[in-house]
């Protein structure tokens, strides 16, 4: 297993980055709340979880061991994939899905887009007892800003990577930036799940 990168940003896009490692370009996945955390040129450390498959090899990324924890745990429930969990941790933080699955909070859980609410039941009765209960600071990570001219893209990209249609994103990136008018953006993480929410009304 591939358990961290650390070497310099190469590129940073809506649903990855390049990391240098001595020389070696390597490509992971990561949620919007870890690329937030990433500006190109700069030197970074990124836990990551390496996905087999038959046909490739993905490398995913994450803000730190607690997500890459949460991810890999997520994925030992019935029709949870990588995808499916990586989309998980783009809405919620590790605590908030330790929470949700605690107090069986299904609809916090129906946010994510791709789980239904008996895949929502599913996944309470099978993580209950691994998850455990939320842990540290339960008023979530604080992430770096994203720079005021680069959330837009990135929430979008973030939502069409999710499931959502181009449309439909756009739609909930514009009602979002008329919230905001015209103050400071948040970070990206947090733009992203006021963008899911307009699409879950």
Excluded: Y
């Amino acid at each position: 297993m591939i358990a961290f990168v650390s070497g310099q940003v190469a590129a940073a896009g809506p649903d990855g980055a390049v990391i240098d490692v001595h020389g070696v370009g390597l490509a992971v996945q990561c949620t919007p709340a870890t690329l937030a955390g990433l500006r190109v040129g700069d030197q970074a450390k990124v836990a990551t979880s390496l996905v087999v498959r038959e046909d490739s090899l993905t490398l995913f990324g994450f803000a730190d061991d607690d997500e890459r924890a949460v991810f890999e745990l997520l994925q030992t429930a019935s029709g949870v994939g990588p995808r499916l969990a990586l989309a998980m941790l783009a809405v919620h933080t590790p605590n908030a899905l330790r929470r949700a699955v605690a107090t069986e909070d299904l609809a916090a859980l129906t946010k994510v887009p791709g789980i239904g609410k008996k895949g929502a039941q599913r996944i309470v009765l099978e993580l209950r007892d691994r998850l455990g209960g939320p842990v540290g600071d339960t008023a979530g990570d604080v992430r770096a800003p994203a720079a005021a001219q680069a959330w837009r893209p990135q929430v979008q990209m973030g939502l069409v990577n999710l499931g959502w249609s181009a449309k439909d994103a756009d739609a909930a990136v514009d009602a979002v930036a008329a919230d905001l008018d015209g103050a400071e953006a948040p970070p990206v993480a947090t733009l992203l799940r006021s963008a899911l929410k307009k699409l879950a009304k």
